[in-house]
């Protein structure tokens, strides 16, 4: 992206652990941390405060709205949304709802973070984290973000053992130990609260209810009208938002009009080659970018 060209403006979402507002962060009503009482999310809150965000920095309309991943469901809940806001919607490695599949595997992450000894609720911050849940969710997630292949390549070929999340049971293997050093890493970064707020948003969520519409075609039939053009990204290697599900965004939207660009990026890098392996997209995103 080319920012002598193009003003580039991001923002971290709602109930995030990066700056935004969330469950970590103090409540001025009590002096102490949101915690528990932070409230659920949806991927319309994070639209709506994407368009509050434009409107503080004093932008009528985008030249393009671009998510990957869940960024992916945000960018097309802003573009549904907010359709006089937007020329360009650029969907990568996303969806148009979230599967039976994911909604299951993001089940077990919930259930990962709410039965760590330590959770209490989601008031924990004066206390232990409840680091084996977030590390336990984490590595469920992890193998459908990465491919298997490239865990494969990825694993060193020692293997530890972890005594502190671990006793009776001996690691094996480096992929174990691979798999337990991802989850530990992540939660010295991130909060379990938030992890909990993002996923239940995404299990939730259809874009036609998130757009308050009776079906998709009504839904997207407000883009059609307000001229807008998607750039769509399948990944052939991603198990978290596969294919499939590109291909169903993209059947929508022709039948309420609109004439996506579909393109399949191969790759054995999974769903983070988008992270991995920009020059794939580049060239892509740039023409969509043209008047």
Same mark, same amino acid.
């Given at each position: 992206m080319d920012t002598d060209q193009y003003f580039v403006v991001c923002f971290n979402l709602l109930g995030g652990c990066?700056?935004?507002?969330?469950?970590?962060?103090?409540?001025?009503?009590?002096?102490?941390?949101?915690?528990?009482t932070f409230p659920h999310l949806s991927?319309?809150?994070?639209?709506?405060?994407?368009?509050?965000?434009? &409107?503080?920095?004093?932008?009528?309309?985008?030249?393009?709205?671009?998510?990957?991943?869940?960024?992916?469901l945000a960018a097309l809940t802003f573009a549904t949304n907010?359709?006089?806001?937007?020329?360009?919607?650029?969907?990568?490695?996303?969806?148009?709802?979230?599967?039976?599949?994911?909604?299951?595997?993001?089940?077990?992450?919930?259930?990962?973070?709410?039965n760590d000894q330590h959770f209490?609720?989601?008031?924990?911050?004066?206390?232990?984290?409840?680091?084996?849940g977030l590390a336990l969710a984490r590595m469920i997630s992890h193998k459908t973000f990465v491919h298997l292949d490239a865990i494969e390549r990825r694993a060193r070929r020692d293997v530890l053992q972890q005594e502190d999340v671990l006793s009776w049971y001996q690691v094996r293997d480096p992929f174990q130990s691979y798999m337990l050093y991802q989850g530990k890493k992540f939660v010295q970064r991130f909060d379990a609260n938030t992890y909990l707020r993002i996923i239940d948003m995404w299990s939730r969520y259809d874009a036609a209810r998130e757009g308050d519409a009776e079906n998709?075609? &009504?839904?997207?039939?407000?883009?059609?009208?307000?001229?807008?053009?998607?750039?769509v990204f399948s990944i052939d290697s991603d198990f978290c938002f596969y294919p499939e599900e590109q291909g169903e965004l993209v059947l929508e939207l022709e039948k309420a009009g609109i004439e996506p660009v579909h393109i399949t990026v191969h790759s054995d890098r999974g769903h983070d080659s988008f992270l991995l392996e920009p020059s794939l997209y580049a060239p892509h995103i740039h023409y969509a970018l043209r008047d």
């Open positions: 990066y700056g935004s507002t969330g469950p970590s962060s103090v409540n001025p009503g009590t002096g102490a941390p949101y915690g528990s991927i319309s809150d994070q639209a709506s405060v994407a368009s509050l965000f434009l &409107d503080h920095l004093g932008i009528e309309r985008l030249h393009a709205v671009a998510g990957p991943s869940v960024g992916g907010f359709p006089d806001r937007v020329k360009t919607v650029i969907s990568i490695a996303s969806g148009i709802r979230t599967t039976v599949l994911n909604r299951l595997i993001l089940f077990e992450q919930i259930l990962a973070i709410e209490n609720g989601g008031d924990y911050y004066d206390a232990n984290h409840p680091d084996i998709y075609r &009504d839904l997207l039939t407000r883009c059609a009208q307000a001229g807008q053009r998607f750039l």
